[in-house]
């Protein structure tokens, strides 16, 4: 599982409706309107690096409202909200 953090700065009329478009995208499970340097983040949890590749250079290139993007690589998980499911499996 790749998983990968997207930062973004976006057309500012267009945020909402960009968020809406990213919120159905197959591979990112979360998208968060944020304060600071960028307006949203989206979290995308894909199989491979090249679905990754695929997302970012095609499909959320082809969303004209999306200025810039950063994209990070996440290396390892640390959350403990993915400890808890993982043990709750059948409870």
Not at 46 to 73: C, D
Not at 85 to 90: P, T
Request: proline residues 1%; negative net charge.
């Amino acid at each position: 599982m790749v998983t990968s953090i997207i930062l973004m700065n976006i057309e500012r009329s267009k945020i909402n409706k960009v968020a809406e478009q990213l919120e159905g995208t197959p591979g990112i499970s979360e998208v968060y309107s944020v304060s600071g340097n960028y307006d949203l983040i989206a979290i995308v949890r894909v199989a491979t690096n090249e679905e990754l590749a695929n997302l970012v250079t095609n499909k959320m290139h082809a969303i004209k409202e999306i200025l810039k993007t950063e994209t990070m690589l996440a290396f390892k998980a640390y959350s403990r909200h993915d400890l808890e499911a993982m043990f709750s499996v059948g409870m």
